[in-house]
């Protein structure tokens, strides 16, 4: 059966080796014009803010998902209610709804922008939807912690909130580290539906960018910016999720 399938896959791609138009699409997707004549704007202003972008969310998403796991985990019911309510909401709304609503329906309805303009605005949203996926992240993990490691804490006198904080929480979070690190590669492809909002010149991002050069530049008429893009994006993504195959293979030789 395996043999099969290796043999199908390589039938398809001589096939395609034969039949593809080598000059066309080297000249729409590999242009050599639009990487010498396009690097330094796609790494030093696209590759810079997303990453940025990206760290900044996850970091404010991670807080917000600490906040809401413990109102979660409370023994105090309208705090268990209210926590509920935000996760299942967030995590129910695509990320593009919840960014133009910040971005553009809280500024029109309320006459607010939030801090930092238009990238605060989509940043905010951004944490949003990441608090809520990580807090049932961080919930999963916390009951993955035997019991009997917080009866023990309990029994030699910390009282609860010690025990979550010292105890609890820290092998939490190393349970949870391959998870969050993926969540983190998808907050880096999420940065992308920041261009709904408009963004400045000195603020936009991967996808951004190559949108514009698209239509302007040495590549414009071309998807070579597009490419371009898209291989900056694996050298960022490939090694976050090589890296966490390790750290789950890792885990489970340790278990």
């Known amino acids: 059966m395996t043999l099969s399938l290796y043999a199908v896959f390589l039938a398809i791609v001589i096939a395609f080796a034969l039949v593809a138009d080598w000059g066309a699409i080297k000249h729409n997707f590999f242009l050599t014009e639009g990487f010498t004549g396009n690097w330094r704007d796609m790494v030093f ?3 810079k803010n997303t990453i940025l972008y990206t760290i900044v969310a996850f970091v404010g998403g991670f807080v917000l998902a600490v906040i809401l796991v413990l109102m979660k985990l409370a023994p105090i019911a309208p705090f268990r209610w209210l926590a509920i309510a935000y996760i299942e909401l967030f995590r129910g709304l ?3 709804v919840v960014i133009i609503f910040m971005g553009l329906g809280v500024p ?3 006459g607010w922008r939030p801090p930092g303009g238009t990238v605060g605005a989509g940043l905010i949203a951004l944490m949003m939807v990441a608090g809520a996926y990580m807090a049932e992240t961080l919930r999963a993990g916390i009951e993955a912690v035997p019991k009997g ?3 023990a804490a309990r029994s030699l006198g910390m009282n609860a909130r ?8 820290p092998q939490a ?8 690190t993926n969540e983190l590669v998808i907050l880096l492809k999420d940065t992308s539906l920041l261009f709904v909002i408009g963004l400045a010149a000195n603020e936009k ?3 951004t960018l190559a949108r514009d050069f698209m239509s302007s530049g040495p590549s414009a008429g071309t998807a070579t910016s597009l490419m371009f893009a898209a291989l ?3 050298a960022i993504t490939l090694p976050l999720t090589r890296l966490v195959a390790w750290m789950e293979s890792k885990q489970k030789r340790s278990r």
Not at 162 to 169: D, E, G, L, P, R
Not at 173 to 180: D, E, F
């Open 108 to 110: 029109i309805a309320f």
């Open 45 to 47: 202003v696209g590759v």
């Open 162 to 169: 010690w025990t979550m904080a010292s105890i609890v929480m």
């Open 232 to 234: 900056l994006y694996l």
């Open 94 to 96: 695509p990320a593009l």
């Open 149 to 151: 490691q917080n009866e």
């Open 205 to 207: 991002e991967l996808t």
């Open 173 to 180: 979070l190393r349970i949870v580290i391959p998870p969050l």
